[in-house]
C-alpha cells in the first residue's frame, strides 16, 4: 500500500546530546512529503524508523493506494 504521512513525531533522546531543532524539522518535513510503501501500519513506522534512524513516537497517515 502507499501511506501518506499527514502528522509524525519521534523521539528525539539519545545519550549524545541535543539533537538540532533545525535537523529534527528536516527530518519530519522529509517523512511528510515523502509517499511511503508499507504493508501496513506498523510496516509503515518500521520503514520510517529505518530511513531516519529515529524511533517514531506518534503518527497519522491516509492510505492512497492499495496494491
Do not use: H
Amino acid at each position: 500500500m502507499r501511506f501518506q504521512v499527514t502528522a509524525v513525531e519521534f523521539d528525539f533522546n539519545d545519550d549524545f546530546g541535543p539533537y538540532p531543532d533545525d535537523e529534527k524539522q528536516r527530518v519530519i518535513n522529509q517523512t511528510l512529503t515523502t509517499l511511503w510503501e508499507a504493508d501496513d501500519e506498523d510496516d509503515l513506522v518500521e520503514e520510517i524508523t529505518a530511513a531516519f534512524g529515529w524511533c517514531v513516537s506518534s503518527i497519522d497517515f491516509r492510505i492512497l493506494l492499495k496494491a
